[in-house]
């Protein structure tokens, strides 16, 4: 049987082709989304490096494409600066994945992870403005004038959720074994299974229909 990308035919979500496609619900999810299969045995990595992280940025419309151009014209420039950020923003989304797959097995998340994810959002809170407007004041966080303000808004994100109710409402797509894309339960009865049903849920069900066809049980 020939092996499908997982929601190969939905991935054209979000500005640019190529990568996965938008269905965690929330940013930090999307985030860690960005692993694709993360639980089979082939796992495709979009993040391989800095440039990577700005299509990302740009894909998800954290950036304009003038600020795409810009954030590319600085890793170009400082190639050391821009592969360290790199590397921080593959580990916090490692530790954010880490931190909602506990939540939403009932387990309190490790110290360590919490601290990766505090230490980003703290830096980012640092460079962040007060700003008036009509609506009132709110914090403005910067996401276009360095690469690691990528890193800011996702941290911010996956702290908004984390510490409001809408934690609880996190998940993990089983997929057929194969995928773990986490997503944001968003439907009333709470009963979302899987991060899309055209791609894992249609999958889940041909598999189903196929093991009643051939007597396979849950084999």
Not at 75 to 87: C, E, G, K, S, T
Not at 148 to 161: D, L, P
Request: charged share 25%; hydrophobic share 35%.
């Amino acid at each position: 049987m020939t092996k499908l990308k997982l929601n190969q035919q939905t991935r054209a979500h979000g500005r640019l082709t190529g990568l996965p496609r938008l269905l965690g619900g929330r940013l930090c999810l999307d985030f860690v989304n960005t692993i694709e299969g993360r639980i089979s045995s082939q796992p495709e990595e979009f993040l391989t490096d800095s440039s990577g992280l700005i299509r990302w940025a740009y894909h998800v419309g954290l950036v304009s494409e003038e600020a795409r151009e810009d954030l590319l014209e600085q890793a170009r420039q400082q190639p050391d600066r821009a592969a360290a950020r790199h590397r921080e923003a593959v580990a916090l989304r490692e530790a954010i994945y880490r931190v909602f797959l506990a939540s939403a097995q009932g387990q309190r998340p490790l110290p360590e992870d919490l601290n990766v994810l505090q230490e980003v959002y703290v830096e980012g809170l640092s460079r962040a403005e007060l700003s008036a407007s009509e609506a009132g004041v709110e914090w403005i966080w910067a996401t276009t004038r360095e690469l690691a303000g990528v890193n800011w808004t996702v941290a911010r994100s996956a702290v908004e959720v984390l510490t409001s109710l809408d934690a609880r409402r996190v998940k993990r797509c089983p997929g057929c074994g194969d995928c773990g894309w986490l997503f944001f339960d968003a439907t009333k009865s709470g009963t979302r299974q899987w991060c899309s049903m055209e791609g894992c849920g249609s999958r889940a069900k041909m598999r189903r229909q196929y093991q009643r066809h051939h007597g396979l049980g849950g084999a």
